[in-house]
Each structure stands twice: as structure tokens, then as C-alpha cells.
């Protein structure tokens, strides 16, 4: 016969929970739920991209080198594209609903490929190159939504203690991607992973919709919550225009243009040697996922111990600069020893801590912004900003490809060093507009009192 709990031992077994979950990330109660619930999320979001990142990997690779710059083109183009259709999703619904709207579409998008991919008669190349652009807006887009989402919903300092352990969701999500690719592609074959995707990315959309806030309830925050469902308005373009009047949000920018061309130096090195590497394009596509496995397996563990412990004792700025400090000593070490072995290390180490520290550190950025910036400036620096990075990257390593490993990874040196100077001043800004949004907070009250 069962035994049923009686209120008294249910919250005897929640606070026990919540005493575990404690000793792993520094939560408050009425937090819990959105902690948990925004682990889960970005676990299905990041392993419905990673299901599918290994199979936009051997497209390129099985291309070449010669077409990845255009490729890159193609992508930025159908960027500015997405980006000016998602403002105008921000401007008209709700924030939940444009999140659907959005996830649904990417959907309905990997549907169709798998329905062309599979009933397509003769050459597939210029399906695979639509699918590789498609697949680098999905990524970034999916990605943003979610972050977004978590700085609008999360303050600052909710951000420095609890973003890290959410990231830990990603990473779990990202094992969980690759590995699923690493071991089915070759029963099931590339096309079934479509499927794949697409129903992870579905659960992710009953989650957004069903998110709680993660605060106590007070008649303050139903106000604030029933304030910030409403649709944000503005126009298409805002993103842009206000990138372009505020030093901060230009400062973040060049943070992400920077990361994003020396990763695309990176990149195409990767392509360029599993080409040669492997003839059999099962075998490729298991490579990168198995490297994607190896990343985040390391990524996890940094996540867990050390993310969000940096974000509390060095904050934002020292924690941004480790990613910046990490690729200059890489570059370094590639110019002076161009091997696959340096060169693979570098790549894991970088890709590792990107995930573990930079993602979150520079989510925290965007926490002190208006709603409007959240969703609408920080898109854009999310997508077209990244992607016109991979353009100059991409351009760049083709005009430089006669210097080979070496002399490519010299010219990411400098780059590197001025990445690590914009972390620093951005450090400085976060603690300054954080300061000063906790003033205008505490005058806010008084200043209602007084007028009444």
C-alpha cells in the first residue's frame, strides 16, 4: 500500500533540496524554479543545434576551402534578413509568443530540409550550402533568443551567482547533442537527425511559454511582470541605431567582432585539416562530434567549479578577459608550433572556455540595459555583429592562405590583445551602469511618495 507524504515531510524533502542544490550554486528560494527550468531549457535548445552542428561541419568541409568565404557572405546576408524580421516580432507580441513564433519557424524550416534533402532528385551541393547558412543563422539565433530571454528576466546580480549553473544546462545539453550524432549518424544516416532537432526544439517552446519569474511575489512584481509581457514596440532598425549612439553597447559589440574572427581563423583551419584527415563523410561528421564531446565535457566541469565563483570574486570584467588572455597564448604557441596536436588543444581549450566563461560573463552585460536593448541591440550584436566576424575572418584567413598555420595565427596575436583591453573597460562599464540603476531604483519609491 502506498504511503502518501504529508505536507510537513514534502517541505522537509524540498528544503532538503534545495540544501543540495545550494552546495552547487548560491540560490535563493523563490529562484529555484526558474533556475531549474532555465537549465532544462538551454539544455534542449543546445542539443537540438548540436544534433545538427557536426552535419553543417562536413558540408563545409566536403566544399572546401575555396567556398567558405561565400558561404560566410551567404550567411551574413540571410542574418540582417532574420534579424530585421525578429524585430519586428519583438515590436508587435508578447515576449513568450515571439519566442514560439520564432522557435516554430526554425521548425518548420528543418522540416522542409528534410523533406528536400530526401525527396531531391540529382546533386544536393546547393541544398547543402543553404542548409550550412541556414544552420549558422539557427545557432545564433536560438541562442540569443534564450539569452535574452534569461537577462530579461534575471537581474544582475541573480546573473553573476546563477548563470553559471544554467550554462551547466547547455553544456549537459551539448554532450548530449554530440554524442547523439557521434553514435546514430552512421545506423539512422545524417537526414533522420533533422527530426531529431526539431522535436528538441519544440519542448524548448512549451518551456519559454510556461517560464515563471524567478522572484518573491510581491505587488510590485505582478506590476513589473504584467508590464514586461506586454509587446516592447519601437521599430525594425532600433537594434542597430542604438548600437551606434551608446559607447557601452559598441564596446560589446567589438567584443563579439573580435571573438568572432579569431574563432573563424580557427575554423577554417579545422575544415582545411579534417578535409585531408578523412575521405568518408560518416567518419568526418563523427570527428567534429566527437571533438564537440571533448569540449564539453571540459566545459562542464569548469562550469560547475569555477564560473560562477570567478563571476562573484573577479567580476565581470577580469572573468570576460580569461577567453581573450586564453587565445592570445594559444596564438602564440600555434605561429611558433603550427601542429594538428597544438593546434587541436588550442582549439578545445578556447572552445571550452568561451561556453564556460565568456558566454556568461558577457550575458551578464546586457542586465543592465533597457528591455528595448535587451531584445532588440543585443540580437543584433548576437547575430549580424557575430556573422560579420566570420565575413572579415573569413576573407581575411582566403587572402592570408599562403602565410599557412603559422603566419595566420600571428596576425590573431594582436587582434587578441585589443579583445582583451575592450573586456576590461566593459568590466569597468557593467559596475558603473549597475551602480547606477540601483540608484534610480531606490529614488523610484521615494519619488512616488512624495508626489502623491
Known amino acids: 500500500m502506498d504511503i502518501e507524504e504529508t505536507p510537513d515531510e514534502m517541505a522537509d524533502d524540498r528544503s532538503m533540496f534545495l540544501r543540495i542544490l545550494r552546495k552547487a550554486v548560491d540560490v535563493r528560494r523563490p529562484e529555484v524554479g526558474a533556475l531549474l527550468l532555465g537549465f532544462i531549457y538551454y539544455f534542449l535548445i543546445l542539443s537540438s543545434y548540436y544534433v545538427i552542428r557536426p552535419v553543417r561541419d562536413d558540408i563545409g568541409a566536403a566544399n572546401g576551402m575555396d567556398n567558405l568565404p561565400w558561404m560566410f557572405t551567404g550567411t551574413l546576408i540571410t542574418m540582417f534578413v532574420a534579424n530585421a524580421l525578429f524585430s519586428s516580432l519583438v515590436a508587435r507580441y508578447s515576449r513568450r509568443r515571439f519566442i514560439a513564433i520564432a522557435y516554430r519557424f526554425f521548425i518548420f524550416n528543418l522540416l522542409a530540409f528534410f523533406v528536400l534533402m530526401k525527396f531531391s532528385v540529382g546533386s544536393q551541393a546547393w541544398l547543402g550550402i543553404i542548409f550550412f547558412a541556414w544552420t549558422s543563422v539557427f545557432n545564433l539565433f536560438i541562442l540569443s533568443v534564450f539569452w535574452t530571454f534569461m537577462v530579461d528576466l534575471f537581474t544582475s ?3 553573476k551567482r546563477l548563470f553559471g549553473f544554467i550554462s551547466v544546462g547547455g553544456s549537459l545539453g551539448a554532450i548530449a547533442g554530440a554524442a547523439t550524432t557521434s553514435f546514430l549518424v552512421q545506423k ?21 511559454r510556461r517560464f515563471p519569474v524567478p522572484t518573491a511575489s510581491s505587488d510590485v512584481e505582478t506590476q513589473r511582470t504584467q508590464r514586461n509581457e506586454k509587446p516592447i514596440g519601437g521599430g525594425i532598425w532600433d537594434g542597430i541605431l542604438h548600437n551606434l549612439k551608446s559607447p557601452y553597447l559598441l564596446g560589446i559589440a567589438g567584443y563579439m567582432l573580435l571573438y568572432s574572427i579569431t574563432s573563424t581563423f580557427l575554423y577554417f583551419q579545422q575544415v582545411d585539416i579534417a578535409a585531408k584527415a578523412f575521405t568518408n563523410r560518416a567518419a568526418r561528421t563523427a570527428f567534429f562530434a566527437q571533438i564537440d564531446l571533448v569540449v564539453n565535457i571540459l566545459t562542464i566541469l569548469a562550469q560547475i567549479f569555477l564560473t560562477g565563483r570567478l563571476l562573484k570574486w573577479l567580476g565581470v570584467g577580469l572573468t570576460l578577459a580569461i577567453l581573450p588572455t586564453l587565445s592570445l597564448i594559444g596564438f602564440a604557441t600555434l605561429g611558433a608550433i603550427p601542429t594538428m596536436t597544438a593546434f587541436v588543444v588550442f582549439l578545445t581549450l578556447r572552445r571550452a572556455g568561451n561556453f564556460a566563461f565568456a558566454r556568461p560573463g558577457r550575458e551578464t552585460l546586457f542586465t543592465v540595459l533597457s528591455r528595448e536593448d535587451k531584445y532588440k541591440a543585443k540580437n543584433f550584436t548576437d547575430t549580424v555583429m557575430y556573422r560579420s566576424g566570420d565575413q572579415a575572418g573569413a576573407w581575411l584567413t582566403k587572402f592570408m592562405s599562403a602565410l599557412g598555420m603559422s603566419g595566420i595565427a600571428f596576425v590573431g596575436v594582436p587582434l587578441c590583445a585589443a579583445w582583451l583591453a575592450v573586456s576590461i573597460w566593459l568590466g569597468k562599464k557593467q559596475s558603473q551602469k549597475t551602480a547606477e540603476n540601483s540608484l534610480e531604483a531606490q529614488a523610484t519609491p521615494q519619488l512616488s511618495v512624495t508626489t502623491t
Not at 531529431?196 to 526544439?201: C, E, G, K, Q, Y
Open 157 to 159: 546580480s541573480q546573473s
Open 188 to 208: 539512422i544516416g545524417i537526414l533522420n537527425l533533422l527530426l531529431i532537432s526539431a522535436v528538441l526544439l519544440e519542448v524548448s517552446v512549451w518551456i519559454a
